[in-house]
């Protein structure tokens, strides 16, 4: 059998100097490139083609819409917030008439019922009040 010759420490030391000093040249190079007048202008050229681009993107999108007589994004939204101030508003009157039928029938009235939010939050945990037994079932639901 044939011996290899061993690579001791200084091919690999030859190996990393070369590897630091390649990296070092294509930094320098880097830097120098990219801090220059000509290619800060290219690169605004090319942001000043992207953002017209995708402006002309962003109308071609509105009228194919508009031909197709389908809704646009913003519209969609704007209609999800209509809706839900139309819901609150009539949240509001439903409250308001069940506290006005309340004192008409001389009964108290009740602290209104709250909805609960959208959000996908689990609602937050409140304590019994005091007075109240905690677990206490009331008298219409007992059998």
Do not use: C, K
């Not at 009157?93 to 959000?119: C, K, Y």
């Amino acid at each position: 059998m044939s011996e290899q010759p061993s690579q001791g420490p200084d091919v690999m030391q030859l190996w990393r100097d070369w590897l630091t000093q390649t990296e070092r040249q294509f930094n320098s190079f880097t830097n120098d490139t990219m801090g220059s007048e000509a290619t800060a202008r290219t690169m605004a050229g090319f942001m000043e083609l992207y953002v017209s681009s995708q402006r002309l993107m962003a109308e071609f999108m509105q009228r194919y819409l508009t031909f197709m007589n389908m809704p646009s994004r913003a519209e969609l939204v704007s209609l999800g917030e209509t809706l839900r101030d139309i819901q609150e508003r009539l949240a509001r009157i439903e409250q308001t008439l069940q506290i006005a039928a309340d004192h008409v029938d001389g009964q108290p009235a009740e602290a209104p019922v709250e909805e609960p939010s959208r959000n996908r939050q689990p609602p937050a945990y409140s304590a019994p009040e005091e007075g109240v037994a905690a677990g206490a079932i009331p008298e219409e639901l007992r059998r």
